[in-house]
């Protein structure tokens, strides 16, 4: 068996969003690629024709490149990204000429060198296809350009942009020499963000040309989330911008988002919502008489997320009898004035549905969604579906287990085709790791179920096309998803590879609290953590056991976020149940989570405060059981972790050792909610491995110099 050396993460491309161009010819999409050198994950943005006729076209290479859009007449691709300042901004500037958050001082600007040291902060670049060469810069903000939007004439965008007071610039810049942290606001720390401030999101309408941008005083962000959600601007084809804001009494103690839309010149400011949902991505139909968008309940996560539809002044869900929710990163995708497209999460699949789009069929008996493009299957995950201008050519991206994450297109009216069938116009538009997938094994994925206390649960198991699972006990993996409201389907995965390379069997078990099949189902785990998915992960395991595809001696577990949450409730409540275990940025004491970490909204709703709901709070709290840690436990965090706070990992740890349990605490500086780095996605890879290595009754003690076993890919 060919192992996959770990080092090839470094080789590793994944693929994000895709842009369709309006008529339908192109599709600009974007990876993340990973500089071994500088450590660090590098944005780039690609250009292929739809028909798959040639090789994709790089056109940049740069820090944070993202959310590709074509200008209205496909001419022109526009971008966020950090790239240093554009050389027409830099030289040859009449005197006295400005750009947007400048004053004009051509001395500062020609004083400031490409390759000066402060990182440049994000903004909207462009492309022009028809004349080439490279990207110009469009926006110059001084805290960057979060979003943006084209106009409908092509001539404008509408950029999202922070735009602080001087008093809070004088803040800003003392936080960067080292001042303290001053707050006032609830919600005073985001993670991945840094400690919050009072700083306003405006939109902005700016010139694509000059760049000279004018603020619209009363479209502005607001509440909680912000910093993370976007105001998520659409510039219909009436006029309108559509946006996302909190404007509720308290916007820091509710997830509330209502759409709102405003005029080009900043007046006219509507409110189309009712305080009612966490709306989100809106977007304009093709001729402007109605606006589609998400929405989320804001107290109850477990209630599926709805496809709305606004129009005459009146909003109603499209998809209420559904009962399934939205996939994570869907977006409304109109195909004509009429019909919307979105991806859903359906019984651990990510599949696509279309939507009557309009009140009458909100209004009526069979307006649920259809089910469409069976042609995907049950073995490969859809996401980033977007659609041409036109509505005659779709864009995708398919993860498949063996073969990869990549690019696809396909005519709209074949969308319709079904299981089994490969529609002639399928096109795969790239193969960015066929290097990898070429020179190493990558798994075999098949679905399972079981039974769970009369319930059917479902899951994925992975393994090494060169293991027959019925032809021996092999090791097994519990990789257990976050969330919880989420779930696992055939999808590429670099771990999975390198764990089932190593001869390992994976198991990644769709236990109850999960999402992609309704609210109840989702609502099993609703202020009761530390039940059912015990029960059903447990019950996955025994089920591989009995099938004779796992050694019950040889069971590891592993999993992220609530994955490391579900991790801590089994050592604790089945302390037989795994020979070592990997709990990775989780919460174990959710009473000293409360004000730590920045989820007190999520928090309050699902189990109330903390000083009046003490008992369910510590039932739900691994901490409270640690008496019962048998299992060895590499423990891992990060340290500015603010969703999973690092002080949680360090109570499970020390919890383990002060019983004399074997354990590991594995801290990540600077590390956030994720998996920031190549480096670091190495190193956790070799620290799992090693642990599940050295605690494995089936391998050999590792070498005394080295008694963690890490191995040396070099």
């Not at 050396?5 to 994944?14: C, E, G, R, V």
């Not at 004053?103 to 028809?130: H, I, K, M, N």
Request: charged content about 30%; glycine content about 10%; proline content about 6%.
């Amino acid at each position: 068996m060919t192992e996959l050396p770990l080092s090839a993460f470094y080789d590793l491309t994944q693929v994000g969003e895709v842009a369709v161009s309006p008529s339908g010819d192109r599709v600009a999409f974007t990876t993340t690629e990973y500089d071994a050198d500088a450590d660090e994950p590098v944005g780039s943005l690609f250009v292929a024709p739809a028909d798959g006729s040639r090789d994709p076209h790089r056109l940049t290479r740069v820090s944070g490149a993202s959310a590709p859009a074509w200008s209205p007449d496909g001419d022109r691709l526009a971008f966020l990204a950090a790239r240093e300042e554009d050389a027409d901004r830099r030289v040859g500037r009449d005197d006295g000429e400005a750009d947007e958050g400048g004053d004009g001082d051509d001395e500062d600007a020609e004083d400031t060198p490409a390759g000066d040291d402060e990182e440049p902060d994000r903004q909207v670049w462009a492309f022009d296809l028809a004349l080439g060469g490279d990207a110009r810069q469009v926006t110059d903000f001084e805290e960057g350009a979060e979003e943006f939007d084209w106009g409908p004439d092509g001539d404008r965008l509408v950029v999202a942009a922070r735009d602080p007071t001087e008093a809070e610039r004088a803040y800003l810049d003392g936080r960067e020499e080292g001042d303290p942290v001053e707050t006032e606001r609830l919600q005073h720390k985001l993670d991945g963000v840094g400690y919050t401030d009072t700083v306003r999101t405006y939109l902005h309408v700016v010139d694509a040309e000059t760049g000279e941008a004018e603020r619209l005083d009363d479209a502005h962000g607001g509440g909680a989330y912000q910093d993370l959600s976007g105001m998520e601007p659409d510039w219909g084809p009436n006029g309108r911008i559509a946006f996302t804001s909190c404007r509720e009494e308290n916007p820091d103690d509710t997830l509330v988002r209502d759409v709102f839309t405003v005029a080009p010149d900043g007046t006219g400011l509507r409110k189309l919502t009712d305080s009612d949902l966490s709306a989100s991505a809106p977007a304009w139909s093709p001729d402007g008489e109605r606006l589609a968008f998400l929405g989320g309940d804001p107290v109850n996560w477990c209630i599926p997320t709805q496809v709305f539809v606004y129009e005459d002044g009146e909003h109603a869900s499209l998809t209420a009898d559904l009962d399934r929710t939205t996939a994570r990163g869907a977006a409304p995708a109109w195909a004509d004035g009429g019909t919307v497209y979105c991806l859903f999460a359906d019984e651990a699949r990510t599949r696509l549905m279309r939507v009557a789009a309009d009140l009458d069929a909100a209004a009526g008996e069979d307006h649920a969604a259809e089910r469409v493009f069976e042609a995907q299957g049950g073995d490969r995950a859809m996401g980033s579906f977007d659609l041409s201008a036109d509505g005659e050519r779709a864009g995708f991206v398919f993860s498949h287990p063996s073969d990869g994450q990549d690019v696809y297109a396909v005519d709209a009216a074949d969308l319709d085709a079904g299981a089994g069938e490969e529609p002639a116009s399928l096109a795969r538009l790239s193969a960015v790791n066929a290097d990898l997938t070429g020179e190493y094994p990558m798994p075999e994925a098949r679905r399972v179920e079981w039974d769970s206390d009369g319930e059917s649960i479902s899951g994925v198991v992975y393994h090494d096309p060169d293991v027959a699972l019925e032809e021996g006990n092999h090791p097994l993996v519990v990789a257990i998803h976050g969330g919880p409201i989420s779930y696992d389907e055939p999808e590429f995965s670099f771990a999975h590879a390198a764990l089932t390379s190593r001869g390992y069997v994976v198991l990644r078990p769709n236990y109850r609290g999960g999402s992609s099949y309704g609210r109840e189902f989702a609502e099993a785990l609703r202020g009761r953590w530390g039940t059912h998915e015990v029960t059903d992960i447990a019950n996955g395991v025994a089920s591989m056991v009995e099938r004779g595809w796992a050694d019950g001696d040889r069971v590891f577990g592993y999993g992220f976020s609530y994955g490391g949450i579900a991790q801590g409730f089994l050592v604790t409540q089945e302390p037989d149940l795994f020979t070592a275990a990997a709990p990775e940025h989780g919460i174990y004491d959710l009473r000293s989570a409360y004000g730590t970490d920045d989820s007190h909204i999520w928090m309050e709703n699902e189990y109330g405060l903390p000083w009046e709901n003490p008992e369910a709070i510590d039932a739900s709290s691994a901490i409270t059981d640690a008496g019962n840690i048998e299992t060895p436990l590499l423990v891992t965090a990060g340290a500015e972790d603010w969703r999973c706070p690092p002080g949680q990992s360090e109570q499970l740890y020390v919890a383990a050792r002060k019983q004399g349990v074997e354990a590991r605490l594995v801290l990540y500086e600077d590390e956030h909610h994720n998996i920031g780095t190549p480096d670091r996605a190495i190193h956790r890879l070799e620290e799992i491995t090693a642990w599940y290595a050295r605690h494995d009754p089936a391998v050999e003690a590792p070498d005394a110099d080295d008694p963690h076993g890490r191995e040396d890919d070099e």
